[in-house]
Nanobody, 126 residues
Framework: QVQLMESGGGSVQAGGSLRLSCAVS??????????MGWFRQAPGKEREGVAA???????SYADSVKGRFTISKDNAKSTLSLQMNSLKLEDTAMYYC??????????????????WGLGTQVTVSS
C-alpha cells in the first residue's frame, strides 16, 4: 500500500507564496515510476486538478494556475512539491496529493489517480 502525506499548507496574503510537499511511503518509496498530481477542493465545489507530473517528467497545469504554480518530483527523496506563487483568493482550498503507477498523459482527472493523501489546507486572504 502506498501512503501520501501532504505538508506546507497555511495562511498567506494574496500575492504571497507557499510550497506544498508530499511525502510518499509504503509499498514502494520510489516515485520514479509514478505519475503524481495536486488537486484541490474548495467548500461546496468539486475536487479539481491543479497540476500533474508524469513518470517521464511531463507536466500539465490547470489554466487557472499556469504561470503561477510549478510542480516537481524528487525521485531520490520520494517527494512531490508544488511551488505556488502570486496566490489569489480563489486558490483557497484543501490541497491533495495523488499518485498512480499508470501513465497519466497530462491528465488532471481525479479518477486517473488511485492513491490519495488526506490534504493540507491553503487559505489566501486579502
Amino acid at each position: 500500500q502506498v501512503q501520501l502525506m501532504e505538508s506546507g499548507g497555511g495562511s498567506v496574503q494574496a500575492g504571497g507564496s507557499l510550497r506544498l510537499s508530499c511525502a510518499v511511503s509504503g509499498y514502494t518509496t520510489s516515485t520514479y515510476w509514478m505519475g503524481m498530481g495536486w488537486f484541490r477542493q474548495a467548500p461546496g465545489k468539486e475536487r479539481e486538478g491543479v497540476a500533474a507530473i508524469d513518470s517521464d517528467g511531463t507536466t500539465s497545469y490547470a489554466d487557472s494556475v499556469k504561470g503561477r504554480f510549478t510542480i516537481s518530483k524528487d525521485n531520490a527523496k520520494s517527494t512531490l512539491s508544488l511551488q505556488m506563487n502570486s496566490l489569489k483568493l480563489e486558490d483557497t482550498a484543501m490541497y491533495y496529493c495523488a499518485a498512480t503507477y499508470s501513465r497519466i498523459r497530462k491528465s488532471l482527472v481525479t479518477s486517473d489517480f488511485g492513491y490519495w493523501g488526506l490534504g493540507t489546507q491553503v487559505t489566501v486572504s486579502s
